[in-house]
């Protein structure tokens, strides 16, 4: 069994951190949120996380968090499905944003595992933040030597919508070193991505990432194009667009018979993180409103664009789409979602 630690309590709930361990990945994951707490490798801690349950129970940016039932925004909270309307929470001005108000980011899951894995399971009832139908969910987190994969599945007793991600914010110099992420290099293997109204719900087909500040098929500095003078930019305050990834047979890897694309590689310094996802798409966001009044795990002080976010995910609004896109989850059918992370 892996070793926990009690990390709060919610009401008369005890909320437990678990500790995994392989070669030179560390972790630890709460049965809160399924919260990736944090994450090392050779010893440096690269995702921001809280000392505190108190601070993920108050803060509304999903630090590490597994969230759903649907990622990104949905226009309006609402969609039809099956000839009817369903109306959600809205959360996010006049949308519906990564599952709602108490999402999956919100929830106890019951947990189980090792030293290098750790299985949570989440019952989401019929009208859980208003979705239909009950699902049952597993998260996975896995350990290997310079790995971690992070495997949902989910299957539902009615036809519904379902396309979670993880949420994590990254900082290959450090949580605690002080440095942002404008240094980083970042390449993204995607030629086109989704422009965004003000609201940030996508608008028109995929347009081409070629002659626009949203380029990284090469490799840049997240900071070197931000500021620039683009409205795309500024309805983001920074990137916070979905990417499609490029489906290139020949920079992917296969797990439990799973094609995991390359999505993105990030640099700084002596370290390189390379993701590879099943999902069609991923969302980079660049920090943008890192703001708030809690400090991260030692100590750390909020600050704009201290770390970034790679989601893969559907394309935002999908359940607007006909037939509600990828996000349709039939009855009785499996979902599954592989996310990994490989270091070197």
């Known amino acids: 069994m892996n070793s926990k630690r009690l990390f709060g309590m919610i009401g008369d709930r005890e909320i437990h951190a678990y500790a995994l361990q392989c070669g030179r990945m560390e972790a630890e994951v709460l049965d809160y949120g399924a919260i990736i707490r944090r994450l090392s490798f050779k010893g440096r801690d690269i995702v921001f996380g809280f000392d505190d349950l108190e601070s993920y129970i108050k803060t509304n940016d999903y630090h590490g968090a597994v969230v759903g039932r649907v990622a990104n925004r949905i226009k309006g909270g609402r969609f039809m499905l099956g000839g009817r309307e369903v109306i959600l929470d809205r959360n996010d001005g006049n949308n519906h944003l990564h599952g709602g108000i108490k999402g999956l980011d919100k929830a106890i899951w019951r947990s189980f595992g090792t030293d290098k894995y750790i299985s949570l ?10 979705y239909p139908g009950n699902v049952e969910v597993t ?14 599945e989910a ?12 949420h994590c914010y990254y900082n290959l110099a450090g949580v605690n070193s002080g440095e942002d992420i404008l240094n980083h290099k970042l390449t993204l293997y995607c030629d086109k991505y ?10 028109g087909e995929a ?11 090469d490799g840049r500095l997240i900071g070197e194009r931000i500021g620039e003078d683009n409205q795309q930019l500024k309805y983001g305050s920074g990137y916070d667009h979905n990417y499609h990834i490029r489906k290139d047979i020949e920079s992917s890897i296969e797990i439990s018979g799973m094609t995991c694309y390359r999505a ?11 993701l ?17 009044p809690y400090k991260f795990s030692g100590g750390a002080d909020q600050r704009p664009r201290l770390g970034f ?17 990828r996000t349709l989850l039939k009855k009785n059918k499996l979902f599954r979602y592989m996310q990994v992370l490989e270091f070197r």
């Open 155 to 166: 299957e539902t007793d009615e036809d519904t919508v379902f396309g979670p991600t993880l």
């Open 276 to 292: 590879y996802t099943s999902q069609p798409c991923m969302q980079f966001y660049s920090g943008n409103f890192m703001n708030k």
């Open 194 to 203: 989704n422009e965004v109204d003000d609201e940030l719900i996508p608008v």
């Open 139 to 152: 998260v996975n987190y896995f350990l290997q030597f310079n790995r971690l994969l992070c495997v949902i």
């Open 264 to 274: 993105a590689t990030a640099e700084y310094s002596d370290m390189t993180m390379d």
């Open 309 to 325: 976010c790679l989601e893969p995910q559907f394309v935002p609004n999908s359940p607007n789409l006909p037939n509600c896109g």
């Open 121 to 130: 399971e989440k019952s989401s009832e019929d009208g859980d933040q208003k």
């Open 207 to 217: 347009a081409v990432v070629a002659g626009t500040p949203f380029d990284f098929r």
